[in-house]
Structure formats: structure tokens, C-alpha cells
T-cell receptor, first 112, second 113 residues
Framework: RKEVEQDPGPFNVPEGATVAFNCTYSNSASQSFFWYRQDCRKEPKLLMSVYSSGNEDGRFTAQLNRASQYISLLIRDSKLSDSATYLC?????????????FGSGTRLSIRP | NAGVTQTPKFQVLKTGQSMTLQCAQDMNHNSMYWYRQDPGMGLRLIYYSASEGTTDKGEVPNGYNVSRLNKREFSLRLESAAPSQTSVYFCATGTGQGGETQYFGPGTRLLVL
């Protein structure tokens, strides 16, 4: 099993739809998780962090399932501006940056 | 506040040439990172520095060297560039040692011919 695995997509959904995608991880010691957003040819930027069971910020909800070792990102009422690649990040669960793992990203395209 | 800055934005090198990628931050963060991003591969950690004066290898350090000049600056050097080092390079900063939010610079696009 890859350490962090994401469905690469692309997910192509109409504006206003709800879309969700998952990120599975193998390190059961990880305590915190992050979703970053990366626009085409730009740097990644933090979207949400997940420290316990989940987090909600407006139209975005991130959930953590420790038993099955995955985190999910749900986007409600999607906007054209949500089109981007979403990266899942899993720190190692101990104080060592050498094992930060970025998923390869899920591409999301919102159509009018 | 500029956040995290990187220079140059673009660079074309011939195989065997050397160059240094510069990164500076004004966020007063202790940790700094260098990543490379290749299509379909996600971000891979090259080197990181937990604090001024310390550096450690990441996942893909071969062919690179780094210098943490001071708290603000962290440079990445390619001594003898190879086509396999064609990539987009991102510098990032963070407050801790990996379990914290990272803030990225705009990236350097490097092409090695």
C-alpha cells in the first residue's frame, strides 16, 4: 500500500454539485492531516487541517476515519473557482519532517 | 510582508552546469523545506532545516546540497545539473518540525537540457 494515496481524477462536475474525494494513508501513528489546494502552475496553499474526527469551513468539510485510515474532503455547492488540484498531506506522527508525505493530488474541474 | 520568496522564477541549464536556488522568508519560522514537484508524482521532500544551522535529508536528496544561511534564508544548490532534475522546485516554511502548516513560495521552474 502506498503511504498516501489519492484518486488522481479528474473529477468533472457541474457548478452547484457536491463532490467528495478520499485520501488513504498507511501510517497509523499520524495525528494530524491537511488538505492543500494547488492552482495550475501555482504553489500549494493550506485549505484545511484535520486533527480529530473532522473540520468544517463554509462549503468545505474534511473528515477523518482512523479505523479505515482515510481522510475525505467534501465540497458543497461547488463554484467554478473550486477548480484546482487538492493535495492530501500526512505528517509522520512524530517530530521529524523527513517523512512528510504529500499525495499526488486529485484534480477537480467544475464546469458551468 | 512578502511571506516566502524564491529566485529565480525560471531557469534553463545545460547538463553539468551548476546553480543555486534562493529562498527567503519573513515569517520568522524555524523550519524551512525544499521540495520538487514532477507531473503525477506529488511533492517530494529534498532537504529540510528544522532550525538555523541544521539541515537534514529528505526523500530525494541525491544531486543536491543546501545551506541554511540564517533564519531567513535556505538555499538549494545543484552542483552538476542532470536532465532528471528538470522539475518545479518549491521552498516552504513552517513553525515546527513537520506536523504544522507549511507556507510555500511561488516556485522555480527548472529545465535541464
Amino acid at each position: 500500500r502506498k503511504e498516501v494515496e489519492q484518486d488522481p481524477g479528474p473529477f468533472n462536475v457541474p457548478e452547484g454539485a457536491t463532490v467528495a474525494f478520499n485520501c488513504t494513508y498507511s501510517n497509523s501513528a499520524s495525528q494530524s492531516f491537511f488538505w492543500y489546494r494547488q492552482d495550475c502552475r501555482k504553489e500549494p496553499k493550506l485549505l484545511m487541517s484535520v486533527y480529530s474526527s473532522g473540520n468544517e469551513d463554509g462549503r468545505f468539510t474534511a473528515q477523518l476515519n482512523r479505523a479505515s485510515q482515510y481522510i475525505s474532503l467534501l465540497i458543497r455547492d461547488s463554484k467554478l473557482s473550486d477548480s484546482a488540484t487538492y493535495l492530501c498531506v500526512v505528517p509522520p506522527g512524530y517530530s521529524s519532517a523527513s517523512k512528510i508525505i504529500f499525495g499526488s493530488g486529485t484534480r477537480l474541474s467544475i464546469r458551468p | 510582508n512578502a511571506g516566502v520568496t524564491q529566485t529565480p522564477k525560471f531557469q534553463v541549464l545545460k547538463t553539468g552546469q551548476s546553480m543555486t536556488l534562493q529562498c527567503a522568508q519573513d515569517m520568522n519560522h524555524n523550519s524551512m523545506y525544499w521540495y520538487r514537484q514532477d507531473p503525477g508524482m506529488g511533492l517530494r521532500l529534498i532537504y529540510y532545516s528544522a532550525s538555523e544551522g541544521t539541515t537534514d535529508k529528505g526523500e530525494v536528496p541525491n544531486g543536491y546540497n543546501v545551506s541554511r544561511l540564517n533564519k531567513r534564508e535556505f538555499s538549494l544548490r545543484l552542483e552538476s545539473a542532470a536532465p532528471s532534475q528538470t522539475s518545479v522546485y518549491f521552498c516552504a516554511t513552517g513553525t515546527g518540525q513537520g506536523g504544522e502548516t507549511q507556507y510555500f513560495g511561488p516556485g522555480t521552474r527548472l529545465l535541464v537540457l
